[in-house]
């Protein structure tokens, strides 16, 4: 295992002293590993507050700042932070409208924030909790974890977090966020496996011609394991697996994520997302709205996800409306 | 001294967890990037040596006040699933050895039978927390059959029932081979995870052999 | 090789259809391989064109937009783009005021643009070149090709495009991006190759505990190999490296970019970039802009580039105008 | 005949030269990874892959015209360093070529003095483009000798002057292998260019031993 760290113990906290130097906009509080914006947004805003393991980045960290979280808690890589982490956050930007967490649906991080909600909520401060749950190579029932959160996080956060920025009450705020999700299905695929770095070796073996279908966004194997193939058939079996589970059809508009797990080039994944938008276009579907690079990474892993979100007007108008973060800019 | 567990053992049983932890970090990590991420080592780790910190600082009062402050400081260190789940059972475990037994007048109660109640509360915490059955190859699967155990064998000690609930465990974990994961993160693997032993399985038959190794002295 | 792409022959080609549908601002003619913005600048400004091979993303397709370029033409993996290309950029853009052709200092793109020039010349387009060439890692010598143009890329184009969108004449656009590739110094260590998909297995081979130091953003071998070491060390021979070669001193202030190259992820730039802005502090120099992400990629190489800009005001003003394109995006 | 490149021999140079660089394709692209960006083979090809395609479209008026045709489609559709220096090397071997030879009368000179003048004028503008003089571990070494090696023998006729030329084209492409690039991308690695022959070279030994084939028939 070669990387850029000095010991996977202290990894995290370099990290954030590295971003706390990139990133005038954010403010890292090192202690409590609690990256928040700089400057607050006004009082009476819905709090934002994600938070993960790391590993994903830019996911959380790249997402605070106007229009999307107002914190971020970054847990130990591909490990959900601890519950003080997320009440810290809670408690360092409520300001009386209430908080919303952002939660990808695994059991740590599930967990995590509970725990992180019942202590809040002792303290007076209203929580509400989006889950995030939205990888179809998972399957859905209450008997098992339940889909994984991965790709739709970014559009969940996007959307709420314009909400919240309008002013919007908190069970307006997580309704949305909660619609954002349910409009969303996403689909993985690794030609890689990540190093975790306190692991030191790959979370699995891949060989030279085969690649993991399903994967999620923690090094973990995917659901089966195939031949390569050309762009443009693995791009069809990530559509085909999405819609065969999303109501989409003709005249649908779509907001579409193509990742980057990590390891990939932007060159292949503008292949992908040219090969995905010829998928759709023949089925009549329409990408309204897009981004392709990476936004929701799984350390050195190789391959991409896709994310396609059914959007409606005001979903889109919630994309549309300004951010300004470290990793999603407009205005 | 045999049939209680005093706040020696249960700081004997916890520092020997924690050591068996260090010393098992490479396999239980192995065994989750198998079937999960590949950090199921490292969280435990990282927690028990925060709660080694804590042991060092201030001498608990009382068996249970240390397994409470256990239970809460992996709450607060460990994160992932493990942190809450390993956290809850012992701060769980810690308070049912805090409630006073009626028939022993102010003291604690720590015989056999009061810690097989109190191992049953932190097995009840871990389910009402995580949701998980016996045959969703979890750590529940060597949790359950270790607390039977030890109430099983409660009558005879607490060194007795900790060896047995010890033995249980480690049956509990190999059986989780073969099961297909329906909780936690080797759920997503489907019929895949089928093969390996779980690694929460695994780590809580190291937490029922430190129980016993502290019991034995 | 496992490479999300349909032929390596029809791997630019199929990139620009994605480029094309994920960015509504940009314009693609692919058969001329060249991308413009979708909506042209205001006629009488200088136009910018850049380009160089293919690999490198987001450069330069990705700094096309207000407050950069007005053209970029990417040529193949690794190759630099044909005159005819070039010419066709120089054509669309240019409105009267001349086109400031940015060209990384490889003798490929050298030629390729010389000769492009030298085309647009004989039609009566004005023209100026600036030459991108601060990689410490090459001696400079006027014996040799001279050192190569890395990630001060992006310092010129931000700083010429700035000036450009004022309204500066050519001359004067052209100086500053002189000024600015005159202020900048690079340097780069591999942790792995880069795989060319045309050859189909990596540049070089690289032991588990070797890094490559003084690589190029070609998948070309460095200057030496050394053991792999922590990042703070790795810093620390970079800082050193290009401190060896630049006039920075106390109270100076520098734009710092801590550059991917393609297969290393952020979590790890960014402790390179806490380790970078510490060495730096220690001898007082402050980093007064930054970047940290993927910007002058290699592919999918596992590394990073350290670039350093000694900013004046001047630098820092252009360098903080306002910018809208897809991979740089601030008002 | 034998004394003459006229339109036939032209065409079956560049074709010759397009079957050999697709036949050596893998080789230049190794050797060019080895000192260089990996690239050096798919970029001939596919820029002989066109210039056969525009062989194919419209017969060539005389041989100067093809080979500047030839260097004109190169420069089109290489890129690259190889493309500018080979394309403005065709590009002058034709134009020179075109240039009536005023012993000949109207015709255009294709007799070996001719040709020898003419494939100077291609070294001479590699060398103009590029900079790199012989030693420096471009394909200069191999163009160089070439040319010499023509002139000398051209007094023997065509056939035997490209023979001449190949060999000398050869020797001069093996001769950079100990030597340190100086110009294009192998200078960047300083001494550790060295030990590998340059993938120019090999690939201006393929153009004279395509030559060489084409005026032996
Ligand atoms: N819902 C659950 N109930 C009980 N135990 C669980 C549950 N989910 C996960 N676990 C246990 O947690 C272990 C994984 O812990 P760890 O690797 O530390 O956390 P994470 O899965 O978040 O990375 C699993 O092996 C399993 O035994
Ligand atoms: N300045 C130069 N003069 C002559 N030949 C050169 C020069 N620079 C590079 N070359 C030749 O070009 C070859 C590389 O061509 P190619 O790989 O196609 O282009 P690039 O280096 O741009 O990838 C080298 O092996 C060398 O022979
Ligand atoms: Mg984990
Ligand atoms: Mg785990
Ligand atoms: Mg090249
Ligand atoms: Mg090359």
Redesign the pocket.
């Known amino acids: 295992m070669k990387k850029l760290i000095n010991s996977p113990e202290t990894l995290l906290a370099d990290a954030l002293a590295g971003v706390a130097a990139a990133h005038p906009g954010l403010a890292v509080d090192a202690d409590a590993r609690v990256v928040t914006r700089a400057v607050p947004a006004a009082p009476g805003k819905v709090a934002l507050v994600s938070g993960g393991?790391s590993g994903h980045e830019p996911l959380h960290i790249g997402f605070v700042g106007p229009g999307m979280l107002d914190a971020a808690c970054p847990g130990e890589v591909?490990?959900?932070p601890v519950p003080d982490q997320v009440l810290a956050a809670a408690r360092a930007v409520q300001s009386g409208a209430g908080v919303l967490f952002v939660v990808k649906n695994?059991?740590?991080d599930v967990l995590n924030f509970r725990l992180a909600a019942e202590l809040a909520a002792e303290e007076g401060i209203a929580v509400e909790t989006v889950l995030v749950d939205d990888d179809v190579a998972v399957e859905d029932s209450t008997w098992t974890?339940g889909r994984r959160g991965t790709g739709a996080t970014v559009v969940v956060e996007k959307t709420a977090g314009a909400l919240a920025e309008r002013g919007a009450p908190l069970e307006a705020v997580a309704a949305v966020g909660r619609r954002a999700d349910a409009a969303s299905r996403s689909f993985a695929i690794a030609l890689s496996a990540a190093t975790v770095p306190a692991a030191g070796r790959p979370g699995f073996d891949l060989p030279e011609d085969e690649i993991e279908v399903g994967v999620g966004i923690?090094g973990e194997p995917g659901r089966r394991r195939e031949p390569m193939r050309p762009a443009r058939d693995l791009a069809a079996e990530v559509v085909g697996a999405i819609l065969a589970d999303h109501d989409l059809a003709a005249g649908d508009e779509v907001i579409a994520l193509v990742n980057g797990l990590g390891g990939t080039p932007l060159l292949e994944l503008y292949v992908v997302f040219g090969e995905v938008r010829a998928l759709l276009a023949a089925r009549g579907v329409r990408i309204a709205r897009s981004l392709v690079g990476n936004y929701v990474t799984s350390l050195d892993m190789a391959g991409f996800s896709l994310t396609l979100t059914k959007a409606d007007r005001e979903l889109l108008e919630l994309w549309d409306a300004p951010v300004a973060t470290p990793a999603l800019t407009w205005s | 001294m045999d049939g209680t567990l005093d706040t020696a053992r249960a700081e004997a049983w916890i520092r020997a967890l924690a050591a068996a932890v260090a010393a098992h970090e490479a396999e239980l990590t192995a065994?989750?990037a198998a079937i999960?991420?590949g950090?199921?080592g490292s969280?435990?780790r990282r927690g028990f040596e925060a709660v080694l910190a804590t042991l060092d600082d201030a001498p608990a009062a009382s068996p249970g006040a240390l397994l409470a402050t256990t239970g809460s400081t992996l709450i607060s260190r460990?994160?992932?699933?493990?942190?809450p789940?390993y956290g809850s059972a012992f701060r769980a475990i810690g308070h049912a050895l805090a409630v006073p037994d009626p028939d022993a007048g102010e003291r604690p109660a720590t015989g056999a039978p009061a810690v097989a109640a109190a191992l049953a509360e932190g097995l009840a915490a871990?389910?009402r927390?995580?949701?998980?059955q016996p045959g969703?190859?979890?750590?529940?699967d060597a949790f359950a059959p270790a607390v039977e155990a030890f109430r099983a064998a409660a009558g005879d000690g607490v060194a007795a029932a900790a060896r047995a609930a010890a033995a249980a465990a480690e049956q509990g974990a190999t059986a989780t081979v073969p099961m297909v994961a329906r909780?936690?993160?080797?759920s997503y693997l489907g019929p895949r995870s089928a093969g390996h032993r779980?690694?929460?399985?695994v780590?809580?038959a190291l937490v029922f052999g430190a129980l016993a190794a502290a019991c034995r002295g």
């Open positions: 393991g591909f490990t959900s695994y059991t740590g974890a923690h | 065994l989750d999960g991420d950090d199921h969280n435990l460990v994160g992932g699933a493990s942190g789940l871990v389910q927390l995580g949701g998980a969703d190859k979890t750590m529940v909780k936690g993160r080797a779980d690694p929460g399985a780590s809580t």
